[in-house]
């Protein structure tokens, strides 16, 4: 018999079980489910782990039966297991599908209610916010769904509390709208857990601003990230962030939001837990790993585009807050890069089959 929740899923049920130990995601996709739901909520999982140098979070993808299941799209994916094979999950998101169904959800809806009273937190994506309200887990909770469908539900479920919000946290459940609306909750989900939001705010920065390539300026800044803005927390940031070259002294940048240093230094430690000169020094150095990585630039160059007064300085800076010197990233980013290009190639190119043999001795090309 199960002993309830443990304590740290109690207090934060986004966080899994806590220590070292990674939390683990299941993510049931449903017949017809929305391909672009279900990338949009487990690639932040992944940059969470990628920016942590370290398994935050583990993903398992399930289906009712363990069978392949295939996408609104006609893409089909082949899960990792069964349901009722996963072995214990902290969370669970169910990727619901486009309609939704007019019947056949039984055996989902006493699935999920397994999971509820094993403590597992609970999600749905697009339309998986539907199987949670069937199974009576709604009950109570704010949510929300694809905007197609909330008529459909507030039908079926008129008490239930539904929002137009693109994602709505509320204690042990969460859901979202449709289209890419799951980024910004597991965005908010990392905050939430183990990663915190400084992982978070570097998820946002690659699924936002990464994508759009590297010369634009269309970042989601940590003030976005954070629920706990302020007005003159944004004002400050934004005048850190547009004087990168020659950076402000905290006297002028108090100054002009007619702030007192002090009030400038406590505002930070209150909202971000660090120091506005910690900050800033953070954005300078993620301005120069940009140009450093994305670009040819020399690294002379970037030293003074990012306001640092010489290279040692700058050097010691960014190993300290990378762990790893300027020079050995570049190369490091150098080397993946082609390591990717080879990959991409190899891919492409058709594979030629050995003497006598058949299409099954064909090399298998990774892709």
């Given amino acids: 018999m199960s002993s309830g929740p443990a ?7 986004w966080s899994g079980r806590g220590g070292e130990a990674p939390a683990r995601f299941g993510f049931l996709l449903v017949p017809g489910f929305t391909l672009v739901g279900f990338g949009a909520a487990v690639d932040p999982l992944r940059l969470a782990n990628m920016v942590a140098r370290r398994t935050l979070y583990q993903c398992v993808t399930l289906t009712l039966d363990g069978a392949p299941v295939r996408s609104s799209a006609g893409v089909c994916v082949t899960p990792d297991c069964a349901a009722a094979d996963a072995r214990e999950l902290d969370a669970v998101l169910v990727i619901g599908p486009n309609p939704l169904p ?9 699935w999920l209610r397994d999971q509820a009273r094993k403590g597992v937190a609970l999600g749905g994506v697009d339309t998986g916010s539907y199987f949670l309200a069937c199974a009576g887990l709604l009950d109570g909770h704010r949510c929300t769904i694809h905007w197609e469908d909330m008529d459909a539900l507030l039908d079926r479920f008129p008490r239930l509390v539904v929002s137009s919000k693109l994602y709505e946290v509320d204690r042990n459940r969460a859901s979202c709208s449709g289209g890419i609306a799951p980024v910004e909750m597991m965005i908010h989900l990392i ?16 699924m936002i601003y990464e994508r759009r390539g590297p010369d634009e300026r269309q970042r989601t800044a940590l003030r976005d990230v954070a629920a706990s803005s302020h007005p003159k927390l944004v004002e400050a940031i934004k005048l850190m962030e547009c004087n990168i070259e020659e950076p402000l002294a905290m006297e002028e940048i108090a100054t002009h939001m007619q702030f007192s240093a002090r009030q400038l230094e406590r505002l930070f430690r209150e909202t971000l837990q660090c120091t506005p000169r910690q900050y800033y020094l953070q954005l300078r150095l993620e301005r120069a790993r ?11 160059d970037i030293v003074m585009a990012c306001g640092f007064v010489s290279f040692a300085h700058f050097s010691h800076r960014y190993h300290a807050g990378f762990g790893i010197s300027p020079s050995a990233d570049r190369r490091r980013h150098t080397a993946e890069g082609d390591r990717l290009a080879n990959l991409t190639a190899d891919a492409r190119a058709p594979a030629e089959p050995a003497p006598g043999g058949g299409a099954d001795d064909a090399p298998d090309t990774g892709a």
Avoid: C, M
């Fill in 191 to 206: 905050g939430l857990g183990g990663g915190g939001h400084k992982i978070a705010s570097a998820v946002a920065e690659l």
């Fill in 7 to 13: 304590p740290d899923r109690v207090s934060n049920p």
């Fill in 102 to 110: 007019s019947s056949g959800s039984e055996a989902i809806v006493h």
């Fill in 290 to 300: 940009q140009l450093l990585t994305r670009t040819n630039r020399p690294i002379a």
